[in-house]
């Protein structure tokens, strides 16, 4: 392909990838992949009881209907990395969306908790090429200042959407532990308008580089550790907290469901500062920023038990987990050379899936042996270190980018 008609194509997509209709588009599919987990969250409580003559193992069931699709997202992300460097992306994605809203559905018909676990399994293989697709396709669509842009307004969108489909899910889930799982018909809505908008990307082969980019693993591990981590201690405030707030704190499940979409929406807003954050500060800087206030945001709620104090913890955690992904996934865009950007982004979202799915199985034992609020601090204390072991990276980094 000539010089010329790849300027004329970066012209043409420089273009397109502008326009408002488009980006709603691209970035409705991406907040699937948080709706995913989120939806059901508020009616987490009413459903344990509900399949409660199954006995004790009712209580961690119910939980691993909520992060079981991480579990699963966890082994294919990096198979759908794989796929995505050798398929048409759309394809891939479309076909992935659509078995996402069936399966997501069919929580709403199922009366054992064995088959909704395995509708929530496909649903969670179905989230890993959707979240994998479309960080493909934000490397394809844009490059630069213009990149951290896109993943400054994804954030945005999937924790906006977050937080509406969470005040719905806890409304819905006030009349019955079924009616959440209606929400996913959305995704249908989100196909039809996918189909209309989006464009395949070209890919451009150069004939000069014989041998493909080898992809190195170890590079990654750092940001790979560092997004298990943080979801670890995100996914807290979805499996834990509500029981915190029905069990101890005697609140109901719209107030639950509104709570949590207190969340979202502070991760949408802290989304929204990332750009003038990087003005500011380096790579480093910023993850000891947000990871301090994700800290704060735990010892709020550890050291005061009440609604209003959950409800300023939340918008710390909120706020930072935006920045926390951003920053990451901006990491990760930096060092990654163009040839290995699949694979790597398909690691790290097995990394983030791998500390949802974790999260409720390691913070259970801590709340098995010493109760969820002592449980939040020492959650907290680990906050804390860690942002302070990137502080000490940020004044021995001799790039000012990091």
């Known amino acids: 392909m000539s010089i010329e008609t790849k300027r004329t194509y970066h012209e043409l997509l420089l273009f397109f990838t502008e326009s408002k209709l488009f980006k709603a588009a691209l970035f409705s599919i991406s907040a699937t992949t948080v709706l995913g987990a989120t939806i059901i969250a508020p009616s987490l409580p009413a459903l344990e009881k509900h399949f409660s003559?199954?006995?004790?193992?009712?209580?961690?069931l119910s939980k691993l209907i909520l992060t079981i699709p991480s579990l699963l997202m966890v082994f294919f992300?990096?198979?759908?990395?794989f796929l995505f460097e050798?398929?048409?992306?759309?394809?891939i994605i479309f076909f992935a969306l659509m078995i996402w809203s069936l399966a997501g559905i069919s929580g709403f018909f199922l009366n054992n908790i064995y088959l909704v676990l395995t509708s929530r399994a496909i649903l969670g293989i179905a989230a890993s090429f959707l979240m994998t697709g479309i960080g493909v396709l934000l490397a394809d669509y844009y490059s630069g200042a213009r990149r951290e842009k896109a993943l400054m307004l994804q954030n945005f969108f999937m924790a906006f959407g977050a937080g509406i489909f969470l005040t719905l899910g806890g409304f819905l889930a006030s009349m019955s532990w079924r009616y959440p799982f209606l929400v996913y018909s959305l995704g249908f809505v989100i196909l039809i308008f996918g189909i209309f908008e989006l464009f395949e990307p070209i890919k451009f082969h150069h004939k000069t580089h014989a041998n493909p980019t080898k992809f190195t693993f170890s590079k990654f591990i750092p940001m790979y550790l560092l997004g298990m981590f943080i979801m670890i201690c995100f996914y807290i405030a979805p499996t834990q907290m509500p029981f915190f707030m029905t069990d101890y704190l005697h609140i109901d499940q719209t107030?639950?469901?509104?709570?949590?979409?207190?969340?979202s929406v502070a991760m949408a807003i802290g989304s929204l500062f990332y750009m003038q954050l990087r003005k500011l500060f380096s790579l480093y800087e910023i993850f000891f920023l947000a990871l301090s206030f994700f800290a704060l945001g735990f010892a709020c709620i550890s050291l005061v038990h009440n609604y209003l104090s959950v409800l300023i913890g939340f918008c710390f955690l909120g706020a930072s987990l935006g920045i926390?992904?951003?920053?990451?996934?901006a990491w990760l865009f930096h060092i990654a050379e163009e040839g290995e950007r699949s694979r790597a982004y398909g690691f790290l979202a097995s990394s983030v899936f791998l500390g949802q799915a974790t999260s409720p199985l390691i913070t259970q034992t801590f709340v098995s042996h010493l109760g969820i609020v002592k449980?939040?601090?020492i959650f907290t204390l680990m906050l804390f270190s860690v942002s302070f072991l990137f502080l000490?990276?940020?004044w021995r980094s001799q790039d000012r980018k990091f």
């Open 324 to 329: 926390s992904l951003i920053n990451t996934n």
């Open 86 to 91: 050798r398929f048409r992306r759309l394809n």
């Open 53 to 60: 003559d199954i006995g004790p193992s009712a209580e961690i």
């Open 77 to 81: 992300s990096p198979i759908a990395g």
């Open 255 to 263: 107030r639950v469901g509104v709570s949590l979409a207190v969340v």
């Open 375 to 377: 449980m939040i601090a």
């Open 392 to 394: 000490f990276m940020s």
